[in-house]
């Protein structure tokens, strides 16, 4: 993740291998910190999970929706972008009472080996 947060952070565009794995390591760890099925959390292409405690959704379009790209999901999963200022520009959508996840950012607390 570290690579693809440095490249960011230069007003770059991560390699797309660099790009999917820092979104799933991201996504993975945000199930791990909320976890649950009542959000589906989705950053096409590469990947959706769903996470936060609650009624468990089972059939047709999820009432709580997360959705964005992968370089605003990495942006805002590590807060280099507000939440707020992702909804506020469009970058970021979210529908349904239990899609605020700012309770469990930042995600990707990063170390020297990342």
């Known amino acids: 993740m570290k690579h693809a947060?440095?490249?960011?952070?230069?007003?770059?565009?991560?390699?797309?291998?660099?790009?999917r794995d820092a979104v799933r390591a991201l996504l993975?760890?945000?199930?791990h910190r909320?976890?649950?099925?009542?959000?589906?959390?989705?950053?096409?292409?590469?990947?959706?999970?769903?996470c936060v405690a609650g009624?468990?959704?089972?059939?047709?379009?999820p009432p709580n929706v997360v959705e964005t790209d992968p370089i605003t999901w990495v942006l805002v999963a590590t807060e280099r972008v507000s939440w707020a200022d992702a909804l506020r520009d469009g970058r970021l959508r979210a529908?349904?009472?239990?899609?605020?996840?700012?309770?469990?950012?930042?995600?990707?607390?990063?170390?020297?080996?990342?």
């Open 5 to 19: 947060l440095d490249a960011l952070d230069r007003g770059e565009e991560p390699q797309r291998a660099v790009l």
């Open 28 to 31: 993975a760890e945000l199930s």
């Open 34 to 50: 909320a976890p649950g099925r009542s959000v589906e959390v989705r950053v096409p292409p590469f990947g959706a999970i769903q």
């Open 55 to 61: 009624p468990r959704h089972t059939r047709g379009t």
């Open 95 to 114: 529908s349904g009472i239990r899609t605020d996840l700012t309770e469990y950012l930042p995600l990707g607390e990063q170390g020297p080996e990342d």
